[in-house]
C-alpha cells in the first residue's frame, strides 16, 4: 500500500513561500479549491483575491512580474488556458515574464464536466513561444513544483494535482528539471505517461513485466522543453515500439511530442498514444472516465498486445492485485 | 526645454502645449502624405491630451535612451539578453517618478511625433518608421520608442498598468502610474474588469487618461457599439471621474491636481474631435480610422494645408522666441 499525502501543495506553498517576500499569490476565487488558503491565512499582504476575472488577473500578474514580483496564479487549468489566453500570451508570454501558473483539475480528474475538465490545456501552452510546462503526477512531484518552477527564467505553466495524492516516488527524490523519471528498464516496449496516467501505468507494466514484457518506463514531469536524451535512447531501445498515455488528448500533448521527437530523429518505430482521442470528456468520476475513454490500465495492456502481436492473459482481476494503493473516491464534494 | 519647471506659469505651460500639440500634426501630417496612409485623426484628436500628460501631468526624468532609436534586439526569450524596451524614453525608473504605459498602439505614429518635438527622440527618428528591423513600428510594440508593454491587443495594458501600481504600492513608491487609453478599448470586458480590480484594491496611484474621441475602426462608436454613459459607468465601477475638452489643456491638467495620495483610480473622460486642426477630414467621416488619400487632388489639398501649419509654426516659433506671449497658436482651422 503507498501513502497517500492530503494536500500536499497546500503545506508545501505556506512553507516554501515563508522565507520568500517577493512570492506573491493571485486567485480567482478558487482559493480554497486551488489549496491556496493556507498561504492566504498565513500571509494576507501577499495574497490577491482578483475575483473571476481571468483576463485582468493575467494582467496583473504581468505587472507585477515587471516591477520583480513572483506572482503564483491560483485557478483551475481551463481557467487559465482557454479564457484568457490572448492576455496569457501577450501579457506574459511575451514579455518572458516570471509568472506561475499553478493549474488545477487537469484532464478528467475532475467530475465538474466539460468545463471544468482541462484536455487541450498542454496542446494550448505548448504551442506558446517562452512557455515552460510541468506536470505532477505524484505529491513529491507536487511537493517540487515550486522549486523547480522558480528555477525558470520565464513564465511556467503547472499542471498540478491537489486533495488526496499518492506518493508513488520518495519524498526525498524530488523532480529533476527537464529530466524523466525511469521507473522500469526493459528492451520490448518503451511506455512514457505523465501525470495521473503514470500511477495507472505502474499497475499495467508490473502485470505486463509478469507476462515476460519487458518495458522501459518513464514517468515525464517536464512536458516543455521535451528534450530529455533518456526518453530518444529509451525509444530506440524498444523493440516493439512506443506507448504515450496521458490525461489529455491525445493531439497536442505527451503522445504528439513523442510523435514529433521520433519523427525528427528518424526513430522509425509504431506509437500508440493513449488519450482522449479528439474527444469531449463529461462529468463522472474520475474512475469511471479513465475506463470509459480508455486511460486506464487495462489500455495499456491493450496496447501492448497490438504492438507485441501477442495476446496476453492479463484480467482486471489480475491488475486489481497489483493495485499500487487506494484510489480515493474523486472529490464529488468539490467547489466548483 | 524644462516640462516640469514649475516656475513656468500656467499660461507660458498652456501655449508650450499648444505650439506642440501643432507641431504633432504636422509631422504625422507629413508622414501621411510621405508614405500616402497614416493615424492621422488620432494624432487630431490627441496632441493636446499626450503634449499635456508629457508637459504638465507626468513627473518624468530626462529620457535615458538614444536619439536615434535602436534596431529591433529580437524578441523576449531566456536566451536573448539583449531584449528591452521603449521605456527608457520617457525617463529612468525612480520611486518618485511617474511611469507612463501607453495602450492603444496604433497612435504610436502620434507618440513618436510627440517624442521628437519633446526631444526624447531625434528630429529624423520618424525615418525608421515601418521600417525591417526597426523598433519604430507602425503598430507600437514593448521595444518601440516610449512604450512599456504589450499592448496591440486592445485593452491589456490597464491591467498590466494594474500590476505595476500594485507593486509599487507594495514597495511604498510615490510615484505615480498613467494609462492612456482610446475609448473603443472600454468595449472589451477586461477593461471593466480591471477597474473592479482597481478600487476594489484601492490602487489609487494609477490615473487614466482617455481619448474619447467617438471614432473607431468600423466608424463611429454610437453606431458600432456604444459605451455611453461612459462618465456614469467608471463611477459606478468607483473611479473617481472627470469628464473634459480634451483639447484644453487647462483642464485636462487640473483633473489629475493633487493625484495620488487617495485610495481611487482616476480616470479622465477626455472628449476630443477625431478632426480638430485639420478641417477637411470631416468629409471623410465617419470612417477617420485610418487615412489613405483617394486623388490627386486630395492628396494636394492636404500638402497645400500641410505648407500651411508650417508657415504658422514658422511664425509662433519666432513670436515665441522675441519673447512675446501673445501669440495665436492655437488656431489652425
Not at chain 1, 496516467?197 to 505502474?202: K, L, Q
Not at chain 2, 484628436?45 to 536615434?68: K, N
Not at chain 2, 483617394?294 to 519666432?318: G, I, T, V, W
Given at each position: ?165 499518492p506518493r508513488l516516488f520518495p519524498a526525498n527524490a524530488p523532480l529533476q528539471f527537464g529530466q524523466a523519471r525511469v521507473l522500469s528498464r ?151 | ?212 474621441n467617438a471614432q473607431q475602426c468600423d466608424g463611429a462608436m454610437d453606431e458600432v457599439s456604444t459605451i455611453e454613459p461612459l462618465a456614469e ?101
Amino acid at each position: 500500500m503507498i501513502e497517500t499525502v492530503t494536500r500536499p501543495h497546500r503545506d508545501n506553498l505556506v512553507r516554501w513561500a515563508a522565507q520568500r517576500p517577493e512570492v506573491l499569490v493571485l486567485s480567482a476565487d478558487l482559493t480554497a479549491s486551488c489549496e491556496a488558503d493556507g498561504f492566504r491565512d498565513a500571509y494576507p499582504q501577499r495574497f490577491f483575491s482578483l475575483g473571476m476575472a481571468e483576463q485582468n488577473m493575467m494582467g496583473f500578474a504581468a505587472g507585477l512580474a515587471r516591477e520583480g514580483f513572483f506572482p503564483y496564479i491560483h485557478t483551475f487549468a481551463v481557467f487559465i488556458t482557454r479564457r484568457p489566453y490572448d492576455q496569457l500570451a501577450m501579457s506574459i508570454a511575451y514579455p518572458n515574464l516570471p509568472v506561475r501558473m499553478i493549474g488545477f483539475l487537469p484532464g478528467i480528474t475532475t467530475p465538474g464536466g466539460v468545463t471544468h475538465q482541462a484536455i487541450d490545456d498542454v496542446a494550448l501552452m505548448r504551442v506558446i513561444p517562452n512557455m515552460t510546462i510541468l506536470e505532477a503526477g505524484d505529491a513529491t512531484d507536487v511537493e517540487s513544483m515550486l522549486d523547480v518552477a522558480q528555477a525558470v527564467n520565464g513564465p511556467v505553466y503547472v499542471r498540478q494535482l491537489r486533495g488526496e495524492v499518492p506518493r508513488l516516488f520518495p519524498a526525498n527524490a524530488p523532480l529533476q528539471f527537464g529530466q524523466a523519471r525511469v521507473l522500469s528498464r526493459g528492451d520490448d516496449l518503451c511506455v512514457l505517461s505523465s501525470g495521473i496516467c503514470t500511477e495507472e501505468a505502474m499497475r499495467a507494466t508490473a502485470a505486463l513485466a509478469a507476462c515476460g514484457v519487458s518495458i522501459s518506463h518513464l514517468h515525464v514531469s517536464t512536458l516543455k522543453p521535451f528534450d530529455d536524451p533518456q526518453i530518444s535512447a529509451a525509444i530506440a531501445g524498444a523493440r516493439h515500439g512506443v506507448i504515450a498515455m496521458e490525461n489529455h488528448s491525445i493531439i497536442g500533448g505527451l503522445g504528439a511530442a513523442t510523435a514529433e521527437r521520433m519523427a525528427e530523429e528518424g526513430i522509425g518505430k509504431r506509437l500508440i498514444r493513449i488519450g482522449l482521442r479528439d474527444r469531449y470528456a463529461h462529468g463522472a468520476s474520475r474512475d469511471y472516465l479513465m475506463r470509459e475513454y480508455g486511460l486506464d490500465a487495462m489500455a495499456l495492456v491493450r496496447a501492448a498486445e497490438d504492438l507485441t502481436g501477442q495476446p496476453l492473459e492479463i484480467s482486471e482481476a489480475d491488475l486489481a492485485a497489483v493495485r499500487l494503493g487506494t484510489l480515493q473516491a474523486a472529490d464529488k464534494t468539490e467547489d466548483l | 526645454m524644462n516640462p516640469t519647471d514649475p516656475t513656468s506659469s500656467g499660461n507660458e505651460q498652456r501655449q508650450q502645449v499648444a505650439r506642440i500639440a501643432d507641431a504633432v500634426r504636422r509631422r504625422v501630417l507629413e508622414h501621411t502624405l510621405k508614405h500616402n496612409g497614416g493615424y492621422l485623426s488620432q494624432a487630431c484628436s490627441s496632441a493636446e491630451l499626450l503634449a499635456t500628460l508629457y508637459l504638465r501631468i507626468m513627473r518624468l526624468g530626462p529620457s535615458q535612451a538614444p536619439l536615434t532609436p535602436r534596431p529591433f534586439a529580437g524578441v523576449p526569450a531566456a536566451d536573448n539578453p539583449h531584449a528591452f524596451t521603449g521605456a527608457d524614453y520617457n525617463g529612468p525608473k525612480a520611486p518618485d517618478l511617474d511611469r507612463f504605459i501607453f495602450s492603444p498602439v496604433h497612435y504610436a505614429l502620434v507618440l513618436y511625433s510627440l517624442l521628437i518635438e519633446l526631444g526624447r527622440l531625434g528630429p529624423d527618428a520618424l525615418d525608421a518608421f515601418n521600417r525591417d528591423g526597426s523598433t519604430v513600428e507602425l503598430i507600437g510594440a514593448e521595444h518601440s520608442p516610449g512604450h512599456e508593454v504589450t499592448a496591440g491587443s486592445l485593452a491589456q495594458a490597464i491591467s498590466q498598468a494594474g500590476g505595476i501600481a500594485l507593486a509599487r504600492r507594495l514597495r511604498g513608491e510615490p510615484g505615480r502610474v498613467w494609462v492612456f487609453m482610446s475609448d473603443g478599448e472600454f468595449q472589451e470586458g477586461q477593461t471593466w474588469e480591471a477597474f473592479a480590480a482597481l478600487t476594489h484594491h484601492r490602487i489609487g496611484n494609477l490615473g487614466v487618461y482617455i481619448d474619447a474621441n467617438a471614432q473607431q475602426c468600423d466608424g463611429a462608436m454610437d453606431e458600432v457599439s456604444t459605451i455611453e454613459p461612459l462618465a456614469e459607468r467608471l463611477r459606478a465601477f468607483g473611479a473617481e471621474v472627470h469628464e473634459v475638452d480634451g483639447h484644453d489643456s487647462d483642464a485636462l491638467t487640473a483633473a489629475a491636481e493633487g493625484f495620488g495620495n487617495g485610495d481611487r483610480p482616476l480616470a479622465v473622460i477626455a472628449r476630443t474631435d477625431p478632426c480638430r486642426g485639420i478641417e477637411r477630414m470631416r468629409e471623410r467621416a465617419p470612417k477617420l480610422h485610418y487615412v489613405r488619400f483617394k486623388s490627386d487632388a486630395e492628396f494636394k489639398a492636404y500638402e497645400q494645408l500641410l505648407y500651411k501649419m508650417r508657415a504658422q509654426e514658422a511664425s509662433a516659433n519666432a513670436a515665441s522666441h522675441t519673447a512675446s506671449s501673445q501669440t495665436t497658436l492655437g488656431h489652425t482651422g
